[in-house]
């Protein structure tokens, strides 16, 4: 099944710098890679996703890259603000449409 | 989001006992799925389900049944619980994929602990 590993685990950042956080999967049939966030106490919730026919993409502050050479991508966010601090998880999927996660990235933006 | 509701929100029970979470969803979704989060390992997926007659089991299904009552229902069991089933437990559903990828909904999560 596909492996997904994500870098850092933890991750501080002074308000106003960028952050980013890096994730490799393991299958090669992997065509779909979401990132979700989730906030102390809180349930995840979908910030941006990119599909293998594409090599980046923007939303404001965020942005997620993909490298299908390399089995990899990675989610920028510019600018971080204190609203930014929460647990960050990527994650990837086949055409099955399962979910597979990476461990997650504590971020925490210092004032 | 409040279309994906699961009970109780905090459970606490002993070791041996049957204890069942509930998950129902307002969102029309046909695809359901069981995590637990365990703080350092992210979400693991435990089962998951296409349609009402379908049950697949994730990467840690041990320990667990479901059950898919109807569309709008999927029910997770730990038959006789153990302390290191002790997680944050998430339900989540998805609409059948259009080519926009498989956005998945989650609901506010069952804290549980097993004593």
């Known amino acids: 099944g596909e492996n997904v590993e994500q870098h850092p685990s933890t991750l501080s950042v002074q308000e106003g710098d960028s952050a980013v956080i890096k994730c490799t999967y393991s299958?090669?049939?992997?065509?779909?890679f979401p990132w979700y966030k989730q906030e102390l106490g809180k349930r995840p919730q979908l910030i941006i996703d990119i599909r293998s026919n594409v090599g980046e993409k923007k939303d404001q502050r965020i942005a997620v890259t993909l490298n299908k050479t390399a089995k990899h991508f990675s989610l920028h966010i510019t600018e971080t603000q204190p609203e930014d601090s929460a647990v960050y998880f990527c994650a990837a999927s086949s055409n099955d449409y399962k979910l597979s996660f990476g461990a997650g990235t504590t971020v925490t933006v210092r004032a | 989001d409040a279309d994906v509701t699961q009970t109780p929100r905090n459970r606490i029970t002993k070791t041996g006992k049957r204890i069942m979470l509930e998950c129902s969803q307002t969102k029309g979704h046909d695809r359901m799925y069981w995590y637990r989060q365990d703080p350092g390992l992210g979400l693991r997926l435990i089962y998951y389900s296409f349609d009402v007659k379908d049950i697949n089991k994730g990467e840690i299904s041990d320990g667990y049944s479901v059950s898919r009552q109807a569309q709008a229902k999927f029910s997770l069991s730990l038959e006789s619980a153990i302390p290191n089933q002790t997680a944050l437990y998430f339900c989540?559903?998805?609409?059948?994929?259009?080519?926009?990828?498989?956005?998945?909904?989650f609901g506010a999560g069952t804290r549980l602990s097993v004593l």
């Open positions: 989540a559903t998805s609409d059948y994929p259009t080519g926009e990828g498989n956005i998945q909904y």
């Open positions: 299958d090669s049939a992997s065509n779909y």
